[in-house]
């Protein structure tokens, strides 16, 4: 099992900024993958970005540019650090880690416990 525990979420205006963080514990491999994705109201789960334990990122068209996914390996942990924050992006946002095998095929799914993040115009 990995257990996974989200901070930094909060009220905001727009074009302001927020960082979220991300700590696993638990059973996480060397090889994963971990990120973030969102959900708002009404509107199923989506990607918003993820990165590799080898720091290679990916990032939903909607934040490029804005957002920014980092982690530190010592400390199993991802960060998202989100600038020019927008009303659209209120959302619940959930940290998701995967184990991967040596094909980098993951092996588990595991969810922290979701952060709001409320976007004000």
């Known amino acids: 099992q990995v257990q996974l525990v989200e901070s930094g979420g909060g009220l905001v205006q727009a074009g302001g900024s927020l960082r979220l963080s991300c700590a696993a514990s638990?059973?996480?491999?060397?090889?994963?993958?971990m990120g973030w994705y969102r959900q708002a109201s009404g509107k199923q789960r989506e990607l918003v970005a993820t990165?590799?334990?080898?720091?290679?990122?990916t990032y939903a068209d909607s934040v490029k540019g804005r957002f920014t996914i980092s982690r530190d390996n010592a400390k199993d942990t991802v960060y998202l650090q989100m600038n020019d924050l927008e009303p659209e992006d209120t959302a619940v946002y959930y940290c998701?880690?995967?184990?991967?095998?040596?094909?980098?095929?993951?092996?588990?799914?595991?969810w922290g416990q979701g952060t709001q993040v409320t976007v004000t115009s």
């Open positions: 998701n880690a995967r184990n991967r095998d040596p094909r980098n095929t993951p092996t588990d799914n595991f």
């Open positions: 638990g059973r996480i491999l060397n090889n994963n993958i």
């Open positions: 990165i590799t334990s080898y720091k290679y990122p």
